[in-house]
């Protein structure tokens, strides 16, 4: 249930009291990972937590992606809650053993007598002109990991409620954070305790023209690409999907149904990115409805530049989103 009460916050505000809620509520909940204790990470999302509940809850961890994973994996198993933290998701890679081999399997392995409520957030993607792996958008990795969530919050009032809910789920989630969205995000955030459901896609714009479907910190660059088509007089459809496993198939499909034209939009490399998913399942659920072919606007198939303006070639941006826009709308 959502509290009337709301102020305005940033993302990184509404983390970081999502996991202040969450450590007050459960005492299993453990929060953890490189500089998140006595510095309160690097992005400050839990700055404050160690002092409030001390070192045996909150605690910095070495720079061990593997080791961060396998004590999460442990600690579950133990019957805790982990809230563990990899300070960047590009940092994710030396961890994918404890990953694949194990953190997605417990369920199955053990006949489901085993869960790990496991949560891993990470910070991903572009836009802040970060050093090398810093803007990694690895997702579509941990889509292909059987027996975990993945989720991609928009905004600060959907990561508070997103984070509670997926604290409380009885199966490991990803939830990843669009650095751009930090503090480049604000909104009303409601006061208190409150979760929003994992697998749902959202509409966060009504069209009837065209469909664009993305998630984190795309959402905002095709809510501004669908700004200027409709001075254009294009109404344009956008769709948040929010949680990418499981995705929301029916919300997708009947979104694409209504337009019978599809961008999707992603930061990640365009070759093999959730994208390519997101356009499979157009392709299998809605393809009599379809008036032009599904259109990926991605990154590039290189690594992301570091340091440089060029980023912002790389990163897609709401121009590029309107030019596939009028792709699919000549077609």
């Not at 990154?299 to 699919?328: C, K, N, Q, T, W």
Request: hydrophobic share 45%.
């Amino acid at each position: 249930m959502v509290a009337e009460k709301a102020r305005v916050l940033n993302m990184v505000q509404a983390i970081h009291e999502a996991l202040d809620l969450a450590l007050a509520r459960d005492p299993r909940v453990l929060v953890f990972g490189e500089d998140v204790g006595r510095l309160g990470g690097v992005f400050r999302a839990t700055e404050g937590l160690q002092a409030k509940y001390g070192e045996a809850r909150v605690f910095d961890t070495p720079l061990a992606e593997s080791g961060i994973l396998g004590l999460a994996i442990g600690l579950a198993m133990g019957g805790m809650r982990p809230v563990a933290e990899i300070q960047f998701a590009g940092f994710l890679y030396p961890a994918l053993d404890q990953i694949l081999s194990h953190l997605g399997r417990w369920r199955h392995r053990s006949r489901g007598r085993v869960g790990l409520p496991v949560v891993v957030r990470a910070p991903y993607g572009g836009g802040v002109h970060t050093p090398e792996q810093h803007a990694d958008s690895p997702e579509a990795l941990l889509c292909h990991t059987p027996g975990v969530k993945v989720v991609i919050p928009a905004s600060p009032e959907r990561a508070k409620g997103l984070l509670l809910a997926a604290v409380e789920d009885p199966d490991p989630v990803f939830f990843l954070e669009a650095i751009k969205l930090y503090r480049g995000s604000r909104a009303e955030v409601p006061e208190g305790h409150y979760t929003l459901p994992l697998g749902r896609a959202r509409v966060v714009r009504e069209g009837r023209h065209a469909t664009l479907i993305g998630y984190g910190g795309m959402v905002e660059v095709m809510l501004e690409a669908a700004e200027v088509a409709a001075r254009e007089g294009v109404e344009v459809l956008v769709v948040d999907l929010e949680t990418l496993v499981p995705l929301d198939e029916d919300t997708l499909l009947e979104a694409v149904r209504e337009t019978g034209r599809a961008v999707v939009v992603y930061e990640a490399m365009r070759t093999g990115g959730f994208g390519a998913e997101v356009a499979a399942r157009i392709a299998e659920g809605a393809i009599d409805h379809l008036q032009a072919p599904v259109v990926r606007v991605a990154g590039y198939d290189a690594p992301y530049p570091p340091f440089s303006a060029i980023e912002h070639h790389y990163r897609p941006s709401a121009r590029r989103v309107l030019a596939a826009l009028r792709r699919v709308l000549t077609h």
